[in-house]
């Protein structure tokens, strides 16, 4: 079992940067790959990237590749989303995910435990 728990939104303005973390219980947080989501309102969730267990891989969405990055640091059981230049089309709920998948997934129903999220508003 995995608890997720997501920090670090709020307001920021466009062009600004901000880290998202995304806090895990258990102690098989290091076998998970773990993914970021996002959801827009009225809009579908969507895939942001992922990182695999190890850290030593990632893969972003295409509307995120070479704004965000994720990593993690397994001993402290902790994943971030940092997201640089943000657009106000980056408002959306954020949510961290962690899938058994060990080279992670693109799919949202590869992954098992989600998080509750956590609102990033980006103002123009």
């Known amino acids: 079992q995995v608890q997720l728990v997501e920090s670090g939104g709020g307001l920021v303005q466009a062009g600004g940067s901000l880290r998202l973390s995304c806090t895990a219980s258990?102690?098989?947080?290091?076998?998970?790959?773990m993914g970021w989501f996002r959801q827009a309102p009225g809009k579908e969730r969507e895939f942001v990237g992922f990182?695999?267990?190890?850290?030593?891989?990632?893969y972003y969405a295409d509307s995120g590749k070479g704004r965000f990055t994720i990593s993690r640091d397994n001993a402290k059981n902790m994943v971030f989303l940092q997201v640089n230049s943000v657009k106000p089309e980056d408002t959306a709920v954020y949510f961290c995910?962690?899938?058994?998948?060990?080279?992670?997934?693109?799919?949202?129903?590869?992954?098992?435990?989600w998080g509750q999220g956590t609102q990033v508003t980006v103002s123009s």
């Open positions: 258990g102690r098989t947080f290091s076998l998970y790959a």
């Open positions: 990182i695999t267990w190890s850290g030593s891989s990632t």
């Open positions: 995910a962690a899938t058994r998948q060990a080279s992670g997934s693109v799919y949202a129903n590869a992954y098992v435990y």
